[in-house]
């Protein structure tokens, strides 16, 4: 059984840049918070849940924690093999949740605003009892919104905008070193 991304709870969303595909600029990368299904908004989970480090098919997130904020490093896999440091990333804490943002290569930081997944203009389907953080920016280009879904130790990460949509499975290979 499947439930929507955006089922009337609160949660945030993840993001992730892929320097290296022009046709994409982003990667999806940070989870999303709140059980899926939940009846009513609540307040943001902890985004502390996504610290350590996360591997997929051809790319890998650590995050760390520093304050109230995460700190991350995406990295992508080159065509030699090699996995190179494709952007940077912040949770920043905010009243509403955590901002994600995201800088890819020497790009300029972009923001993307925690939202409840029932307001998402591209939802994403994720199974029942699924974790769900939404990050949203419609004055971007691609992505607008970011998706991500928290089951135990394995992340889904989507982005989405218009007419365009893209995600990764990854794994958790290792604990929260911080």
Not at 17 to 27: C, D, E, G, Y
Not at 68 to 97: M, N
Not at 143 to 172: C, F, N, S
Request: charged letters at 20%; glycine letters at 12%.
């Amino acid at each position: 059984m499947t439930t929507s991304m955006a089922a009337p709870a609160y949660r945030i969303g993840y993001h992730r840049w892929v320097s290296r595909n022009p046709a994409l600029s982003f990667l999806a990368g940070a989870l999303l918070i709140g059980a899926c299904g939940s009846p009513r908004a609540t307040a943001p989970p902890d985004a502390k849940l996504l610290c350590g480090t996360w591997e997929g098919e051809g790319t890998r997130e650590r995050w760390w924690i520093e304050g109230r904020d995460l700190r991350g490093e995406g990295h992508t896999q080159t065509d030699q093999g090699e996995l190179e440091l494709s952007e940077r990333l912040v949770l920043r804490h905010g009243k509403r949740g955590h901002v994600y943002i995201a800088q890819p290569g020497e790009a300029a930081p972009t923001s993307f605003s925690p939202i409840d997944p029932s307001a998402a203009r591209y939802p994403v389907q994720v199974p029942a009892a699924t974790l769900v953080w939404v990050w949203a920016n419609y004055e971007h280009d691609f992505p607008q919104e970011i998706h991500y879904g928290l089951q135990g130790d394995q992340l889904e990460a989507t982005v989405a905008g218009p007419g365009a949509g893209m995600g990764w499975k990854l794994a958790r290979i290792r604990p929260c070193d911080s």
